[in-house]
Nanobody, 112 residues
C-alpha cells in the first residue's frame, strides 16, 4: 500500500487549495478513504471520510461547509478541496486507509 499526498502550499486567509492523494498497491475502489491533519505538538485530527464509491461523505465540524472530499476511482486518487481557509487550518495533511496506512503528509500553511 502506498499513499502519496501533494498540493500543500502557503496560502492567504480566505484562499483555496486542493490536495491530492495518489494511491497504489491495493484495489482503491474497495476502500473508504480519509483525510486527517496534525499540528505540531497536537494529536492527529480526523477531518473527512469518503466511502468506497464516493456516494457518502462525512466531515468534522471544524471543516464542514468549507472542505469537500472526493475521489476518482479510475485515477486511484482522493482529493480534498479546501475553501475559505483560515490560519487554524495550518497543519500537515495526511490521507489514510483502514489498516493503519498513512501517506507522508503535505504541509498547508494559511498566513497573511
Amino acid at each position: 500500500v502506498r499513499l502519496v499526498e501533494s498540493g500543500g502550499a502557503m496560502v492567504q486567509p480566505g484562499g483555496s487549495l486542493r490536495l491530492s492523494c495518489a494511491a497504489s498497491g491495493f484495489t482503491f475502489s474497495n476502500y473508504a478513504m480519509m483525510w486527517y491533519r496534525q499540528v505540531s505538538g497536537k494529536e492527529r485530527e480526523w477531518i473527512a471520510t469518503i466511502n468506497f464509491s464516493g456516494s457518502i461523505t462525512n466531515y468534522a465540524d471544524s471543516v464542514k461547509g468549507r472542505f469537500t472530499i472526493s475521489r476518482d476511482n479510475v485515477k486511484n486518487t482522493v482529493y480534498l478541496q479546501m475553501n475559505s481557509l483560515e490560519p487554524d487550518d495550518t497543519a500537515v495533511y495526511y490521507c489514510y486507509r483502514i489498516g493503519d496506512f498513512w501517506g507522508q503528509g503535505t504541509q498547508v500553511t494559511v498566513s497573511s
